[in-house]
């Protein structure tokens, strides 16, 4: 089969070869999928330039891609809850990815079904932002009648996460540049802040819960508007020891991202706050969650910006790199 394979990290990024490998089979726990389309995060560029090694360390060479739509091929012998013919989609287990590529062995319990109203490009889209989501919101704790704010949340991340979070009962609030605020406001923001007009650190305050997806810079800003004792839960900060120790690490990586994340703690700990780095997992009950939390008449919503071929994967890795994107870049690896 083909497959697009990294061979070496490379901090400035590299180039995926498209190679000839062996078609996987499934292990007694997994099921062979036929991959039909893939997306291309900027997950994928930072695993290229050894960014993640340190959470996940892969061996080379490596079948590149972590989000996929697909076709159950075979399962294998213990692997029950689906079977060939059914239409699935997931974000690839961390330890083995491979989704650029037109087989890939996986985990059942990665794993669901897709809705009927979603293609497979589509689908694609959907498991890296909506299990971000759901975990996110599980690590706050949260609970109905609390307030979360949504940084930079007119993405496709706040897409899927504004909706998910007001289905939990929660009032949303977001900012932005004012031409999606009506979009946002359909979704379920109670609140929105134009970017453009004011700075939502002067008109928010008290939030019980915020998600942060603009890293470093914002930091200080939402640990103001957040109350105290509140948590903040961010994708683009540092891995702390909390994060560490929730993912099962060795204690010489809990010491080491107690140390790379104490920045953060320490802003945290100045109102009784806590901060913790998300870095997401497979889930495919989380994932069917999400599919039942939507229906025809209520949709994901999805949104694709550019669709390349697998040969082209080095093309649609440069366009994910440069950033303004309006949307989701796929990869599809057959016809449809």
């Not at 059914?86 to 990665?110: Q, S, W």
């Not at 379920?188 to 915020?210: M, P, Q, T």
């Amino acid at each position: 089969m083909k497959a697009a394979v990294l061979t070496h990290y490379d901090k400035k990024g590299t180039e995926l070869e498209i190679r000839e490998i062996s078609t996987p089979i499934p292990e007694e726990d997994e099921v062979l999928v036929k991959i039909m389309t893939a997306a291309v995060n900027p997950l994928d560029n930072m695993i290229i330039r050894g960014e993640v090694k340190l959470i996940v360390p892969y061996a080379m060479p490596l079948v590149m891609g972590n989000e996929f739509a697909g076709v159950v091929e075979k399962t294998g012998k213990n692997a029950v809850r689906f079977k060939p013919g059914d239409r699935v989609y997931g974000r690839m287990p961390l330890k083995k990815i491979g989704a650029f590529a037109e087989y890939a062995a996986v985990k059942e319990t990665a794993l669901a079904v897709i809705p009927e109203y979603l293609s497979f490009e589509e689908a694609a889209t959907v498991p890296l932002t909506a299990l971000t989501a759901m975990q996110a919101f599980e690590v706050m704790d949260v609970h109905a009648g609390e307030s979360v704010f949504i940084s930079g949340g007119t993405g496709s991340l706040g897409a899927m996460a504004i909706p998910v979070a007001k289905s939990l009962g929660l009032h949303v609030y977001t900012n932005g540049s004012g031409e999606n605020e009506e979009r946002v406001r359909k979704l379920g923001a109670e609140k929105f802040i134009d970017y453009r007009k004011e700075n939502y650190a002067d008109v928010l305050s008290g939030v019980d819960h915020v998600l942060d997806t603009l890293g470093d810079r914002e930091l200080p800003n939402e640990f103001k508007v957040l109350k105290e004792g509140g948590n903040l839960v961010s994708l683009r900060g540092l891995p702390n020891g909390r994060f560490a120790r929730r993912s099962g690490m060795p204690l010489f990586k809990q010491l080491l991202f107690q140390l790379a994340g104490s920045k953060y703690d320490r802003m945290a700990a100045a109102k009784k706050q806590t901060y913790d780095f998300l870095f997401v997992h497979e889930d495919g009950s989380q994932l069917d969650r999400i599919g039942r939390l939507f229906d025809k008449e209520h949709p994901l919503e999805t949104s694709i910006d550019t669709v390349f071929t697998l040969e082209e994967i080095n093309e649609a890795l440069a366009k994910v790199k440069q950033g303004k994107s309006k949307g989701k870049t796929i990869i599809t690896v057959r016809e449809q």
